[in-house]
């Protein structure tokens, strides 16, 4: 156990619909990094929250968005979702941005 | 080229041998680097992490930095079948980005 969690653990969505995916970072860790990884692939970086600020940002779209809370929980939000989309969405707890990096169970996305 | 490319699997060992896992990254700036093991289903659980150039050594695992050659290799000694995953190295970008090799997939044979 890592203690970091993530919610819902299973998710199926229609195409051009909205989802939020929701994150609790391990206690102490004030930064946390999203992943998504299609079957078969390694897990490729959406974005990093440090302390509430977006600090990086990988080759995703815009209508990939997220925040950062202050207890450092953390969301991730895909607008007009696509079947391409569908994956399993990770979450990673980091003690720092350049530190060992912890991830929770994952969301699966079906979009269909 | 990829940023970090893993041997292509799956590797098949037999029980109580040594399983060798490799990886090689493009990035020669990279400081930080980790092993990942993902079962089937799960997400991904790290194993082991290596910051400088030399031999890392935790219980059964080694894990092996060449910075010069731009490789790391994970060793896994006494290999059981519970060791049969996904194994994924990760390599650290400035500012805290995760680069991960495709995985290999390790299977141990009783």
């Known amino acids: 156990e890592t203690g970091v969690t993530q919610s819902p653990t299973h998710l199926i969505k229609t195409r051009g619909q909205q989802v939020t995916l929701r994150c609790s970072s391990q206690?102490?860790?004030?930064?946390v990094s999203w992943y998504q990884q299609a079957l078969g692939q390694g897990p490729q970086f959406i974005f990093q929250?440090?302390?509430?600020?977006?600090?990086g940002r990988g080759n995703f779209p815009p209508r990939f968005s997220g925040l950062q809370f202050p207890n450092y929980s953390s969301e991730l939000n895909v607008n007009a979702l696509e079947l391409d989309d569908s994956a399993l969405y990770l979450c990673?707890?980091?003690?720092?941005?350049?530190?060992?990096?912890?991830f929770g169970q994952g969301t699966r996305l079906t979009v269909v | 080229q990829k940023e970090v490319e893993q041997n292509s699997g799956p590797l098949s060992v037999p029980e109580g041998a040594i399983a060798s896992l490799n990886c090689t990254y493009s990035?020669?700036?990279?400081?930080?680097f980790f092993w990942y093991r993902q079962y089937s289903g799960k997400s991904p659980e790290l194993i082991m992490s290596?910051?400088?150039?030399g031999d890392k050594e935790d219980g059964r695992f080694t894990a092996q930095l060449n910075k010069a050659s731009q490789y790391v290799s994970l060793l896994i000694r006494d290999s059981q079948p519970s060791d049969s995953a996904t194994y994924l190295c990760?390599?650290?970008?400035?500012?805290?980005?995760?680069?991960f090799g495709q995985g290999t997939e390790l299977s141990v044979k009783p």
């Open positions: 990760a390599v650290n970008r400035q500012g805290g980005k995760l680069i």
């Open positions: 929250y440090y302390r509430e600020e977006e600090n």
């Open positions: 290596i910051y400088s150039n």
């Open positions: 206690s102490g860790h004030n930064t």
């Open positions: 990035d020669r700036v990279s400081q930080s």
């Open positions: 990673a707890s980091s003690p720092g941005r350049n530190t060992e990096a912890f």
